[in-house]
């Protein structure tokens, strides 16, 4: 018994079709790998800069030095929002990953170490 070109044609076509699935499916499992993997990294960086103590007077010049141009010299805000009672609208982490990651525009995302994220968080609660 032969087989008609077009069985051939049918059974090549579900092959790619397949191929073509599992690459799919390879690079979302990639993309997924990659945000656990982000995510575990920021994880850690919150729970580090949750264990250390934070200085105001730090917290309040780095502020100065990163944040007044769109919150204000006195975080009433400016292009950004008012900074005062933002520890009772927000948690830490949310806090921390709004500063890390700029998760609304047009705030940018920060590289800070640790303790300086400390300080500034220990700042934004003394804002009354």
């Not at 830490?92 to 047009?106: A, C, F, N, S, Y």
Request: glycine share 6%; aromatic share 8%; proline share 4%.
């Amino acid at each position: 018994m032969t087989t008609s070109s077009s069985t051939a044609a049918e059974k090549n076509l579900i092959v790619k079709f397949w191929k073509q699935c599992l690459i799919l499916f390879l690079i979302l499992l990639i993309c997924v790998a990659l945000f656990f993997f982000k995510n575990e990294q920021n994880n850690g960086y919150i729970l580090k800069t949750l264990e250390l103590r934070g200085s105001v007077n730090d917290g309040n010049t780095l502020f100065k030095m990163n944040c007044v141009g769109c919150h204000g010299i006195t975080a009433r805000g400016l292009v950004g929002p008012d900074l005062h009672s933002i520890t009772q609208r927000l948690n830490d982490k949310q806090i921390i990953k709004q500063v890390i990651e700029g998760l609304t525009p047009p705030m940018p995302s920060f590289e800070i170490d640790p303790q300086n994220m400390s300080n500034l968080l220990t700042y934004l609660h003394s804002l009354k």
